[in-house]
């Protein structure tokens, strides 16, 4: 059961990333605009973020999807989340009134603060996901588990931990 948990976290964080990514890379100075919205970096950091964060979106989506260093992206995932997170809460506690540009878009947008309380809600379940990646990352389907087949511990009749063949070598 568990496996099939990750494997639909996996599809639904990923599949999140992917999209949020494809829609701003048509637009980068959209990207760079929600960025600078949240008035929370340097001005000269604003460009390279706005720039990268979709090319990480997609990257950490697709990885995730097919199950590839599933926990190092679900890591990353996670921390991204977070920032996100306390970015949104940040702009909705200073009054700013900006579309999160989780999806493209971004700026000032006169009725964000009532969009606020579900963008955050929806960042916590992806974290919550995520988070179950990083805990436990092996999951159906992944292409983890054809590179990295987990080993089986052998038991002698004393009940103590023989090690397999391949662990030995």
Known sequence: MRDWL??????????????????????????VRSV????????????????LLPVLEVTLGVLLVLGLLTRVAAAVSSLLL???I?????????GLEIDCGCFGNGGFRADATDAYPWDIARDVGLLLLSVWLV???RSRF?????LFPARRATYDVNDERTPDVEEVR
Request: hydrophobic share 55%; proline share 8%.
């Open 135 to 137: 805990v436990r990352p």
């Open 36 to 51: 600078r919205a949240y008035q929370l970096l340097p001005e000269a950091v604003v460009p390279t973020v706005g720039h």
């Open 86 to 94: 306390v970015g949104i809460s940040a702009a909705w506690a200073r």
């Open 142 to 146: 992944s292409v983890d588990a054809l």
């Open 6 to 31: 990750g494997l639909v976290a996996r599809l639904v964080v990923g599949g999140v990333w992917i999209v949020a990514g494809l829609l701003k890379l048509p637009d980068p100075a959209g990207s």
């Open 82 to 84: 977070v920032a996100f």
